[in-house]
């Protein structure tokens, strides 16, 4: 029943602007962090940027300087600030939920996918 809705993906100019948003529903539990990756076809899933509900942040090295990430707790929600976009920006970008269960034991969950093109 959890389900994640990602929107702002699309078109934008070499050095734009866009904001990425996720709102999940169907959670019956504590959401401990929420975030995002990206993934290439061929290659592995790449962090892009998460947030803990205390709000500590983590981002990847390829977009770090470039991106904001911010969450609101009651809407279950995240949302990805990114700047000075570059064309190996162009991917798709998956949302994240990240539930810890109990000790290590942690269960995710992802959205479809939204696809981000960077170009002229």
């Known amino acids: 029943q959890v389900q994640l809705v990602e929107s702002g993906g699309g078109l934008v100019q070499p050095g734009g602007s866009l904001r990425l948003s996720c709102a999940a529903s169907?959670?019956?539990?504590?959401?401990?962090?929420m975030g995002w990756y990206r993934q290439a076809p061929g290659k592995q899933r790449e962090l892009v940027a998460t947030?803990?509900?205390?709000?500590?942040?983590n981002s990847g090295d390829s977009v770090k300087g470039r991106i904001t990430i911010s969450r609101d707790n009651v809407k279950n929600a995240v949302y990805l600030q990114m700047n000075s976009q570059k064309p190996e920006d162009t991917v798709v970008y998956y949302c994240?939920?990240?539930?810890?269960?109990?000790?290590?034991?942690?269960?995710?969950?992802w959205g479809q996918g939204t696809q981000v093109t960077v170009s002229s």
């Open positions: 994240n939920v990240l539930r810890k269960v109990l000790g290590d034991k942690v269960t995710e969950y």
């Open positions: 169907g959670i019956f539990f504590s959401i401990n962090a």
């Open positions: 947030i803990t509900n205390g709000g500590v942040a």
